[in-house]
């Protein structure tokens, strides 16, 4: 157990509809990152926060897909209007100061059917 | 981009044995680390090495860097069943951590 605690572990839903992911960060860790990663691939980098401003988004981001964290602890990530392509393993971590060891979760593995 | 390329891709040896995985990268750096990833679950940090460190050990690996070369090694000794996973280096700049597609180690008992 790393700290790093993402809900739910898995999710699966129909094309088209909404998905909201949680990630709950090590407490004194104020960078929180969110991944994605599909089969024999590396993690993908999505976005990342450094308290609750979120400070990059990658452009592989598409308008779909949301992410907040309100109050500089947890976050969120919503997926809106699924498709079968989104389907994949989304990962959170966390780090204290930048170029740190990086703490992850154990990810919510999403399938869209 | 601080993206590491790890290679090689797949690397299947028997228990005992060492493995070794490499990692190139592109730009200038202030750390790089390792992760692994058993299957289906989160990275694990294994270890950092500093832009201005040549060489770590944690146990039985061994990490090395060299920046004029913009490449890494980790090496694992007296392999076991159970260091079987992806292994992943993200070169560590100002930016959030970038990996690549990993290696995909087996040992075989």
């Known amino acids: 157990d790393t700290g790093v605690s993402q809900n739910p572990r898995h999710k699966i839903t129909k094309r088209g509809q909404n998905v909201t992911f949680r990630c709950d960060p090590i407490?004194?860790?104020?960078?929180l990152y969110w991944y994605r990663q599909t089969l024999g691939q590396g993690p993908e980098f999505l976005t990342y926060?450094?308290?609750?401003?979120?400070?990059?988004k990658s452009r592989l981001l598409s308008d779909r897909f949301s992410a907040e964290r309100p109050k500089g602890s947890f976050s969120t990530l919503e997926i809106q209007r699924t498709e079968q392509g989104d389907s994949a393993m989304y990962l959170c971590?966390?780090?204290?100061?930048?170029?740190?060891?990086?703490?992850f979760g154990q990810g919510t593995r999403l399938t869209v059917v | 981009s601080q993206q590491g390329e790890e290679d090689p891709q797949a690397l299947s040896i028997q228990e005992g044995e060492n493995a070794t995985m490499n990692c190139s990268y592109k730009?200038?750096?202030?750390?790089l680390q390792w992760y692994r990833q058993n299957s289906g679950r989160g990275l694990v940090h294994l270890i950092l090495i500093r832009s201005n460190e040549r060489e770590k050990h944690s146990g039985r690996l061994r990490v090395t860097l060299d920046t004029s070369k913009k490449s890494s090694s980790l090496l694992i000794t007296a392999s076991r069943a159970a260091d079987t996973a992806s292994y992943f280096c993200a070169p560590s700049g100002n930016t959030p951590l970038v990996f690549g597609k990993g290696t995909r180690l087996s040992v075989i008992a």
């Open positions: 730009t200038s750096i202030n750390n």
């Open positions: 407490s004194e860790h104020n960078r």
């Open positions: 971590a966390t780090t204290g100061a930048v170029g740190t060891e990086a703490f």
């Open positions: 926060f450094q308290n609750e401003a979120q400070l990059e």
